[in-house]
């Protein structure tokens, strides 16, 4: 008897009341739920230290970055360094300032960040590395989306070991000293034709990746070597259309007298091999800008990316050349 009298009304006012608890939170509008808002492009605001315009490669590249944040509607902050670390540096430390969301960086070579990208840490943004990785511990950027150049450099390691039937003096054509397309492509070379004793890199000079040094630098290479040389290795096309014209000035033939491999896959390069100048490229992709900003979103809302968003990448030789060059987006 006096449980009816006493509990029944308590059960009804608790049930009534966690209704209404129930009603209020659903009701709430989100931001006074302890969640923080999730930001959509148009919110985003994204800093972009660039390396420079040194190649046809980079050229392709910005224009993704740019691209993509207008057609997104995210806020960019772009910045060329003119191929010059300490720009860079300066670059990095003028998003801080300006508080962006996120940093994106292709560093113009590996090592040097570590001061910079902790006053990025200690600031709170997060740094994401595109294109180039650098050398720094894995929680001072979020995440790489870039390629493999170990694998570019196996792959025109096995080109040139096809080409040269497993003999022959290679000069070599680097790119930007300690950068890591340089380096990478450096090593995958020569962990393929290692194995090849009578395959020797007779020199290795670095163009910088511009076609006018690497034009200087084949020019000079052909002046100390000349008709020795059997092929050349161009860590990427605008050194090795460079080399292209010292050979012919030289009065070779570049792709018949001298072999030719080059890496990025540039629409120069198609029309090289065409012209049956070059006798491969190796495929570096320099579209990364939606990649880029669809990462960026993610972090900014603090969802979880993959620490590396790897580049999907191919080889392409003169027979098919004519057939993809109207295909190509770079
Ligand atoms: C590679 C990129 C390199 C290209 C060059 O990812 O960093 O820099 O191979 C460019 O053409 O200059």
Redesign the pocket.
Known sequence: MWRDLFCRPLLAALLGQIIFLSACAATQPREFISEKPTKGYEDLVVGFAQIGA??A??TANTASIKGAAEQLGVELKFSDAQQKQENQIKAIRSFIAQQVDVIGI?PVVETGWLDVFQEAKDAGIPIILV??RADVPDDFYVAYI??DFEEEGRRAGAIMVDLLHGQGDIVELV?TVN?A?ANGRYSGFRAIIGAYPEMKVIASRSGD?TLAKGKEVMEELLQGYGPGIDAIYA??D?MAIGAIRAIEAYGLKPGQDIKIVS??AARPAFEAMIDGKLNATVE?NPLLGPRFFEVALKVANGEPVPRWIKSEESVFFPAEAAAILPTRKY
């Open positions: 040194e190649s490669w980079r292709s294109d180039r870039g390629s790119g950068s397309p990746f860590h990427n605008d890496v990025d570096c």
